[in-house]
């Protein structure tokens, strides 16, 4: 069975320019998160998708960052005019239903920002 | 300081030693889960332990959690160069959504 998946893998962008994340979760897994980690920190937490709808979005830093899900299955997170402060690893979860089970990890996509 | 910190920071040891983790957390807690994470991407679902339980096993680790004190250790018995990784701990709050991970311990098992 495939685990998650995301892409790409690394992007390199200019300051200012928009970039959009993919992620694909594990056919079945209701419940999808998506988190930002810098380099040597650990995860932050960004939104966290039931099916389709964000019941909690509460760790997007700014209004740059939007994040949707479609037939509760592919997610995307759209960072609008980067910032060299964006320049960070994505990570993508997805579980079985919600933070009450283990959460399975894509590889993540490296964002450079220059 | 955040739910979920690692201690030590970091730790280095020689094969075939044991290596204990720790991972205190400041709410009430629904369950707390242990990851790795080897080259700074995706992270790996190592054991989740419930509230109500006190110590899990899974093959080489041991993951113990005392709610009085708001604390859970790992212990990976037994250690091989290919433990190398960073330890991260997961808390997910009572009638919370999601998990908050600490900053992680970073592991060096030498051959």
């Known amino acids: 069975g495939a685990g998650v998946s995301q892409s790409p893998s690394n992007k390199v962008t200019e300051k200012g320019k928009d970039v959009e994340l993919r992620c694909d979760p594990i056919?079945?897994?209701?419940?999808l998160y998506w988190y930002r980690q810098r380099l040597g920190q650990g995860l932050e937490f960004l939104i966290y998708f039931q099916g389709n709808s964000a019941p909690d979005k509460s760790g997007l830093p700014s209004d740059r960052f939007s994040a949707e899900r479609t037939g509760e299955s592919v997610s995307t997170l759209t960072i609008q005019r980067t910032q060299q402060e964006d320049s960070a690893v994505y990570l993508c979860?997805?579980?079985?239903?919600?933070?009450?089970?283990?959460?399975?990890f894509g590889p993540g996509t490296r964002l450079t920002v220059t | 300081s955040q739910q979920g910190e690692e201690d030590p920071q970091a730790l280095s040891i020689q094969e075939g030693e044991n290596a204990t983790m720790n991972c205190s957390y400041k709410?009430?807690?629904?369950?707390l889960q242990w990851y790795r994470q080897n080259s700074g991407r995706g992270l790996v679902h190592l054991i989740l332990?419930?509230?109500?339980?006190r110590e899990k096993h899974s093959g080489r680790l041991r993951v113990t959690l005392d709610t009085s004190k708001k604390s859970s250790s790992l212990l990976i018995t037994a250690s091989r160069a290919a433990d190398t990784a960073s330890y991260f701990c997961a808390t997910l709050r009572i009638s919370g959504s999601r998990l908050t991970f600490g900053e992680g311990t970073q592991l060096t098992v030498n051959p």
């Open positions: 979860a997805s579980s079985l239903r919600d933070s009450g089970y283990e959460q399975y």
């Open positions: 056919s079945g897994h209701t419940a």
């Open positions: 709410t009430s807690i629904n369950n």
């Open positions: 332990i419930r509230s109500n339980e």
